[in-house]
């Protein structure tokens, strides 16, 4: 698809269909096509078995679709089918990581100031429990990322850069391409917390050369308790069990056990077949629409937003005042109105959910003095006209506090 059709796009969400909803909270969790909807119920309908134990006609259709998923993933990142680990969330894939990667005590770990607490509590856990140094690169003040800042805390003690591809606060995206460099150079291995990132615009982790990245299902179409951890083979196959288990074993005895190979070893217990399936179908779908496309949509509906934006007395924007620096997201505050309130209006007065308080990035706004803001995140079904009415709203609100 050469460019996207948005009015055909809304077509294939249901509660699009029977409200009038202007959804902008897409940074916390997107609204689902019925092709996904429609995934999982043919799970449920017409195979609701367990895949890997059961050699019976139903077992065989698990297996036939969540290895369908896989290479569907795979493709999606330029991965190979193996390297794709199925989890719940990007928080499960990087907390797997933190208690798996063999990081001893004086070992560093880098992160950046604007990291969610999925990618900053579990190396605070392990400077805690393990004697592990976490230390963090300041952005500059528009939210970017400064290289000089990162290049000057590398040394041979850091064995790990675990930093946020595009951030959930601003929408503003790291040059990841240097930093895996910079880091690969001093012999430090790289996560890449894609959450924000993988529903927005293309990855290919073979061009980028990154070692780990994690995103989740629920950000990207797909059903929430979904995610995906991926890493390079080699470096998979020396990590031990996250969770053992059923699925994670081949075979056992009352003394010893054989790991299973990546990566069923890191998927432990029955797993959520109908929401791997469903996800298959969320990524079939973006792919089909194009990242690129994508991107292109959600900046163009910045722009709006932005600009209408900078008219609002009283209105400031967390992060760079250049849109196309934020990607699909404007983070906000509203002078003497709490951004709580703000969402609370804008739901009552005229149906529009965004999202408001801390966005699981409290550490940033802590050492900022601020409680929180107002963020509007855009995706695939939102329209101009949607962003006009958000904007006519913010202004309603705007003349309530002079």
């Known amino acids: 698809m050469s460019k996207m059709d948005v009015e055909k796009i809304r077509q294939d969400f249901p509660i699009l269909q029977k409200s009038n909803l202007i959804y902008f909270d ?36 698990v297996d036939e679709e969540v290895d369908k998923a896989r290479e569907v993933a795979a493709r999606f990142f330029n991965a190979k089918a193996k390297e794709m680990i199925f989890t719940r969330n990007t928080t499960e894939a990087i907390n797997l990581l933190a208690h798996t990667l063999p990081l001893k005590a004086g070992d560093r770990v880098l992160t950046t100031d ?25 952005s500059n003040p528009d939210g970017t990322f400064n290289l000089d800042n990162f290049r000057a805390k590398m040394d041979k003690s850091t064995k790990l850069v675990s930093m946020v591809y595009t951030s959930n606060l601003d929408g503003v995206t790291n040059p990841a391409r240097e930093i895996i460099k910079i880091a690969h150079d001093h012999g430090a291995h790289v996560l890449l917390d894609a959450a924000q990132t993988a529903p927005h615009r293309p990855i290919d ?12 299902g629920h950000k990207m179409l797909g059903p929430s308790g979904t ?26 005895t009352y003394e010893s056990f054989k790991p299973e190979k990546v990566p069923e070893r890191f998927e432990a217990g029955l797993q959520d077949y109908a929401g791997i399936i469903g996800l298959g179908a969320a990524l079939q779908y973006l792919s089909k629409l194009g990242l690129q496309n994508v991107e292109k949509h959600e900046s163009d509906l910045n722009r709006t937003m932005t600009e209408g934006i900078s008219n609002i007395k009283g209105l400031s924007i967390i992060g760079s005042a250049d849109s196309s620096l934020r ?31 801390a966005h699981c990035v409290h ?40």
């Open 26 to 61: 897409n940074a916390c969790v997107t609204l689902k096509p019925r092709q996904v909807i429609e995934a999982l119920n043919r799970y449920y309908n017409d195979f609701p078995s367990c895949a890997g134990r059961s050699s019976h006609r139903l077992g065989r259709m």
């Open 114 to 138: 604007k990291e969610h607490n999925s990618n900053l509590v579990p190396w605070l856990i392990a400077a805690s429990t393990r004697g592990v140094k976490h230390e963090t690169v300041m």
């Open 205 to 216: 982790v073979r061009a980028l050369d990154v070692d780990f990245l994690a995103c989740s």
């Open 327 to 357: 990607g699909g997201i404007v983070s906000f505050n509203l002078n003497g109105i709490d951004s709580h309130e703000v969402a609370m209006l804008l739901d009552r007065n005229a149906n529009i959910a965004i999202r408001s308080g």
């Open 363 to 402: 550490s940033w706004f802590n050492a900022h003095g601020m409680k929180g803001s107002a963020r509007a995140s855009l995706y695939i079904y939102n329209t101009r006209e949607e962003c006009n009415i958000f904007l006519e709203q913010l202004k309603k609100i705007a003349a309530l506090v002079k």
């Open 227 to 252: 995610g995906i951890l991926y890493g390079k083979a080699a470096l998979l196959e020396n990590l031990p069990h996250y969770i053992a288990g059923g699925g994670t074993v081949i075979d056992s």
